[in-house]
């Protein structure tokens, strides 16, 4: 059963919750046969495979109400690993792989109680670090029988909880698949392991004149394995599309351990996209073991427009018009004045700074193609009061266009002790409108915001400035993001543009879809994970937070969403 997170604790009064475990502490001290019953080492069994969450909930319930963390210690107690299960799990798992992989010590684990979205940090049970597909696969049927729960991870450099560890659960690494297994030239295709960074596979076949389209931001240090599981996308997206675009197969390993392969070095394979169903999958349904992405040939000119509005509306308005006129940059990238100064200071790429809204377009092709799309956006902008325009003259300025929005992250440490980076999508005439609501929301919760957005495909990446060492800011944070992305929802876009659902949109799902379609996502989870062991309590919500929303219904007596675990259901249980 899952147990509630710190988010689900504070949207109940303490009182009627104390009042609650109270209540159900005193039953079992009244009718000992229930103690009895989860006293039993069958029974007790079972609970520690479906323990979720819980001890380090246990120390944030103490700075708020010691009552309420004696009793959750107490039903937590009946279900804890004990030492010895500890050292079975661990025992076992040394048969499978060397020793040396196997890390259990808390100095050892420490560094991976957090992916990118760090202000969320969990210790695992251990962590694995498997050295090839058939260690995974040992890894993974040993778990599967003894229901231990696993999560995946690539580099860590997710941005929505997705590696997340639990208490109770291995944490797999794949680090140590980082090679590179074959470059083919002749079919344009790269096949690698999951480890290996994106901007390595680029660097492996640039000799050729080759790269690989899709870059995110953090392609320096991101695993191809992880852009897999994300569907990551970047800069170039709308003409080259995200991960799921130039992928041709990958080796994958279910929770039972079967190894499967899944599409190529073909351009298309017979049967269902089971391809599309892994891509963006977050860790949920199997471990990525190798993959095989496509190559393309560089084009023959590259160049890059500079472009500076004095509104977020002309600039919006220019952007819409670029793609109504059927122009398909290579990259379209929009800054607001907050992030032009920080960008520009951290890496002094020479960013006008008497604009509001800065716009970064890049086209590809050939020599003539480029320099007439360049002609065309230039008088585009210009029609839409653009106040700056500069276009690259050669590929170093071209470049330096791009150092800046290329360090949007890190420049964002000068401006504030935290921020935290959001990720929604939205159609694209609704950019100026979304930039106007964001900034209302600023005001709203008084804490700033620089906005970066992929704006040839409508994706969000606010980035919102806060200090965590001060009280209530991170949940002033989470409310403010919370409500950028149901704005994403409501304007008609997603929740999510590359960064995936993981925990932190997993409330939010309820905005966007209804009980049928979270059930049908459901029954494919079950279908390749039967025993939800695979990645749990990321991705589908808490069932009691859509019931407040009014958006379960219950007919008869049945709800809906059978699979969900039930935030009340594990109380009742014990």
Same mark, same amino acid.
């Given at each position: 059963?899952?147990?509630?997170?710190?988010?689900?604790?504070?949207?109940?009064?303490?009182?009627?919750?104390?009042?609650?475990?109270?209540?159900?502490?005193?039953?079992?001290?009244?009718?000992?046969?229930?103690?009895?019953?989860?006293?039993?080492?069958?029974?007790?069994?079972?609970?520690?495979?479906?323990?979720?969450?819980?001890?380090?909930?246990?120390?944030?319930?103490?700075?708020?109400?010691? =009552?309420?963390?004696?009793?959750?210690?107490?039903?937590? =107690?009946?279900?804890?690993?004990?030492?010895?299960?500890?050292?079975?799990?661990?025992?076992?798992?040394?048969?499978?792989?060397?020793?040396?992989?196997?890390?259990?010590?808390?100095?050892?684990?420490?560094?991976?109680?957090?992916?990118?979205?760090?202000?969320?940090?969990?210790?695992?049970?251990?962590?694995?670090?498997?050295?090839?597909?058939?260690?995974?696969?040992?890894?993974?049927?040993?778990?599967?029988?003894?229901?231990?729960?696993?999560?995946?991870?690539?580099?860590?450099?997710?941005?929505?909880?997705?590696?997340?560890?639990?208490?109770?659960?291995?944490?797999?690494?794949?680090?140590?698949?980082?090679?590179?297994?074959?470059?083919?030239?002749?079919?344009?295709?790269?096949?690698?392991?999951?480890?290996?960074?994106?901007?390595?596979?680029?660097?492996?076949?640039?000799?050729?004149?080759?790269?690989?389209?899709?870059?995110?931001?953090?392609?320096?240090?991101?695993?191809?394995?992880?852009?897999?599981?994300?569907?990551?996308?970047?800069?170039?997206?709308?003409?080259?599309?995200?991960?799921?675009?130039?992928?041709?197969?990958?080796?994958?390993?279910?929770?039972?351990?079967?190894?499967?392969?899944?599409?190529?070095?073909?351009?298309?394979?017979?049967?269902?996209?089971?391809?599309?169903?892994?891509?963006?999958?977050?860790?949920?349904?199997?471990? $990525?073991?190798?993959?095989?992405?496509?190559?393309?040939?560089?084009?023959?000119?590259?160049?890059?427009?500079?472009?500076?509005?004095?509104?977020?509306?002309?600039?919006?308005?220019?952007?819409?018009?670029?793609?109504?006129?059927?122009?398909?940059?290579?990259?379209?990238?929009?800054?607001?004045?907050?992030?032009?100064?920080?960008?520009?200071?951290?890496?002094?790429?020479?960013?006008?700074?008497?604009?509001?809204?800065?716009?970064?377009?890049?086209?590809?092709?050939?020599?003539?193609?480029?320099?007439?799309?360049?002609?065309?956006?230039?008088?585009?902008?210009?029609?839409?009061?653009?106040?700056? $325009?500069?276009?690259?003259?050669?590929?170093?300025?071209?470049?330096?266009?791009?150092?800046?929005?290329?360090?949007?992250?890190?420049?964002?440490?000068?401006?504030?002790?935290?921020?935290?980076?959001?990720?929604? @999508?939205?159609?694209?005439?609704?950019?100026?409108?979304?930039?106007?609501?964001?900034?209302?929301?600023?005001?709203?919760?008084?804490? @700033?915001?620089?906005?970066?957005?992929?704006?040839?495909?409508?994706?969000?990446?606010?980035?919102?400035?806060?200090?965590?060492?001060?009280?209530?800011?991170?949940?002033?944070?989470?409310?403010?993001?919370?409500?950028?992305?149901?704005?994403?929802?409501?304007?008609?876009?997603?929740?999510?543009?590359?960064?995936?659902?993981?925990?932190?949109?997993?409330?939010?799902?309820?905005?966007?879809?209804?009980?049928?379609?979270?059930?049908?996502?459901?029954?494919?989870?079950?279908?390749?994970?039967?025993?939800?062991?695979?990645?749990?309590?990321?991705?589908?919500?808490?069932?009691?937070?859509?019931?407040?929303?009014?958006?379960?219904?219950?007919?008869?007596?049945?709800?809906?969403?059978?699979?969900?675990?039930?935030?009340?259901?594990?109380?009742?249980?014990?």
């Amino acid at each position: 059963f899952n147990l509630p997170t710190i988010s689900d604790v504070l949207d109940l009064k303490i009182d009627d919750l104390i009042n609650f475990l109270q209540t159900s502490t005193d039953f079992f001290v009244k009718n000992p046969q229930c103690v009895d019953f989860l006293q039993n080492d069958q029974i007790k069994e079972e609970c520690v495979k479906k323990l979720i969450e819980g001890w380090y909930l246990i120390d944030w319930l103490k700075t708020k109400d010691q =009552r309420l963390a004696d009793i959750f210690a107490k039903l937590l =107690r009946w279900v804890a690993l004990t030492e010895a299960d500890k050292e079975y799990i661990f025992n076992k798992l040394k048969k499978l792989t060397a020793p040396e992989n196997i890390l259990s010590h808390e100095a050892e684990i420490k560094p991976y109680e957090t992916d990118a979205l760090a202000a969320y940090k969990q210790m695992p049970l251990g962590v694995i670090l498997p050295r090839n597909t058939e260690e995974v696969s040992n890894i993974l049927k040993f778990c599967y029988q003894e229901n231990i729960k696993v999560v995946p991870r690539g580099a860590g450099t997710g941005l929505s909880g997705g590696a997340l560890p639990l208490q109770d659960a291995i944490l797999i690494s794949l680090t140590k698949f980082n090679k590179i297994l074959e470059i083919d030239f002749e079919n344009k295709c790269v096949v690698a392991q999951p480890g290996v960074t994106n901007l390595s596979i680029t660097n492996a076949v640039q000799h050729k004149g080759f790269y690989y389209a899709p870059d995110p931001s953090s392609q320096l240090a991101c695993s191809i394995g992880g852009n897999v599981a994300e569907n990551s996308g970047g800069v170039h997206s709308l003409k080259y599309g995200t991960t799921t675009n130039n992928i041709l197969g990958v080796e994958i390993v279910l929770m039972d351990g079967t190894i499967c392969r899944l599409g190529g070095k073909a351009l298309d394979q017979e049967g269902y996209d089971m391809l599309g169903l892994i891509c963006g999958s977050e860790g949920l349904l199997g471990v $990525i073991t190798e993959v095989t992405v496509k190559i393309l040939k560089k084009p023959q000119t590259v160049k890059a427009a500079l472009i500076g509005f004095p509104t977020h509306e002309d600039g919006g308005n220019s952007v819409s018009e670029i793609i109504a006129n059927g122009i398909i940059h290579a990259g379209m990238e929009i800054m607001d004045k907050a992030l032009i100064e920080a960008t520009d200071n951290f890496s002094k790429a020479g960013y006008p700074r008497d604009v509001e809204l800065l716009l970064i377009v890049e086209l590809d092709g050939t020599v003539s193609e480029v320099d007439e799309l360049i002609n065309k956006v230039s008088e585009i902008s210009k029609k839409n009061n653009s106040s700056t $325009i500069k276009i690259s003259k050669n590929e170093k300025e071209r470049l330096s266009f791009w150092i800046g929005r290329k360090a949007a992250f890190p420049a964002c440490g000068a401006m504030a002790p935290d921020y935290y980076c959001m990720d929604g @999508s939205i159609p694209r005439g609704k950019l100026a409108e979304a930039l106007k609501e964001i900034n209302k929301l600023s005001k709203k919760y008084n804490l @700033s915001v620089a906005n970066c957005f992929h704006a040839g495909d409508g994706n969000l990446h606010p980035l919102i400035m806060f200090d965590g060492s001060k009280k209530d800011e991170l949940r002033k944070t989470e409310e403010f993001g919370s409500e950028i992305l149901k704005m994403c929802v409501k304007f008609g876009g997603v929740l999510t543009g590359e960064h995936g659902v993981g925990i932190e949109k997993r409330e939010l799902m309820c905005e966007m879809f209804n009980d049928n379609d979270i059930q049908q996502q459901l029954k494919i989870k079950k279908s390749l994970d039967e025993k939800n062991l695979l990645n749990p309590g990321k991705v589908y919500p808490i069932l009691r937070k859509c019931a407040e929303e009014g958006r379960v219904h219950v007919h008869r007596g049945e709800e809906k969403f059978p699979d969900l675990p039930r935030f009340w259901l594990y109380i009742k249980a014990w």
